[in-house]
C-alpha cells in the first residue's frame, strides 16, 4: 500500500539557520507533490506544489526539491524565523483515485530565538 | 483574500445524537472535500465532491456520514448517529483546479467535534 513517512520527531532549529523537512513515500509515482504548514487547532494551508518533472521549486525562503527516483522531497526553510514554528505536511494525491490527496503525519518545527 | 467559512468552531453532543457541519466554500471552487483529524493524528481524507454529487470517498466514510450541498453555496457534512470515535477536528476544503493539481486546497479553520 501506498505510505508517506514524514519524521516524527519535532525540528528544533536555532533562528537564522536553515530548517530541511524530509518526506518519503513508497509505492508511488505521484504526478506532484505538496507542502502545507498547520498551525495548531486550525487548518492546512497550502505553500508550494512541485510537479514529478521539476526538480526544484522556489518561493520566498523556502525552496521544495522533489527526486522522483529516490521517491523523497526536500522541504527546506531558510533564515528561519521563530514564527516559522509549526506542522509542516507533505500531502500527495492518492494514485487510486484522481481526485483525493493523502496528507503524512507532518513533522513539527520548533525555531529558537 | 477569500476563506472557506466553517461553522460551528466547536459541538460537543451526546453518543447516538446526529450533528451537521457546515461550510461555506469560496465562491470560484469547484471541488470540495472533508477531512478529519483526530487529535495529535494525521489529517484524513473523508470525501471528495464535486458537480453535486461525491467523486471519492474512504473507508472511513460509512453510512452515518453523508454530504450535501443543499442550496448551491452551503455545503455540510452530517453524522447521523455519532460515536465516541467521532471526536475529532473536522475541516472542509476546496479547490478550483483538478484534484488539487494546480492551486492546492484553501482549508477551513476547522469544527471541533466532542462527542460525549
Known amino acids: 500500500s501506498q505510505k508517506i513517512e514524514q519524521n516524527s520527531e519535532a525540528l528544533n532549529i536555532q533562528e537564522g539557520k536553515t530548517a530541511t523537512l524530509t518526506c518519503n513515500y513508497t509505492n508511488y509515482s505521484p504526478a506532484y507533490l505538496q507542502w502545507y504548514r498547520q498551525d495548531p487547532g486550525r487548518g492546512p494551508v497550502f505553500l508550494l506544489l512541485i510537479r514529478e518533472n521539476e526538480k526544484e521549486k522556489r518561493k520566498e525562503r523556502l525552496k521544495v526539491t522533489f527526486d522522483t527516483t529516490l521517491k523523497q522531497s526536500l522541504f527546506h526553510i531558510t533564515a528561519s524565523q521563530p514564527a516559522d514554528s509549526a506542522t509542516y505536511l507533505c500531502?500527495?494525491?492518492?494514485?487510486?483515485?484522481?481526485?483525493?490527496?493523502?496528507f503524512g503525519a507532518g513533522t513539527r518545527l520548533a525555531v529558537h530565538p | 483574500e477569500p476563506e472557506v467559512t466553517q461553522t460551528p468552531s466547536h459541538q460537543v453532543t451526546q453518543m447516538g445524537q446526529e450533528v451537521i457541519l457546515r461550510c461555506v466554500p469560496i465562491s470560484n471552487h469547484l471541488y470540495f472535500y472533508w477531512y478529519r483529524q483526530i487529535l495529535g493524528q494525521k489529517v484524513e481524507f473523508l470525501v471528495s465532491?464535486?458537480?453535486?454529487?461525491?467523486?471519492?470517498k474512504s473507508e472511513i466514510f460509512d453510512d452515518q456520514f453523508s454530504v450535501e450541498r443543499p442550496d448551491g453555496s452551503n455545503f455540510t457534512l452530517k453524522i447521523r448517529s455519532t460515536k465516541l470515535e467521532d471526536s475529532a477536528m473536522y475541516f472542509c476544503?476546496?479547490?478550483?483546479?483538478?484534484?488539487?493539481?494546480?492551486?492546492?486546497?484553501?482549508f477551513g479553520s476547522g469544527t471541533r467535534l466532542t462527542v460525549v
Open positions: 476544503a476546496g479547490s478550483s483546479g483538478t484534484g488539487a493539481s494546480i492551486y492546492g486546497y484553501t
Open positions: 500531502a500527495l494525491p492518492f494514485s487510486g483515485g484522481y481526485n483525493k490527496l493523502i
Open positions: 465532491f464535486y458537480n453535486n454529487e461525491i467523486s471519492e
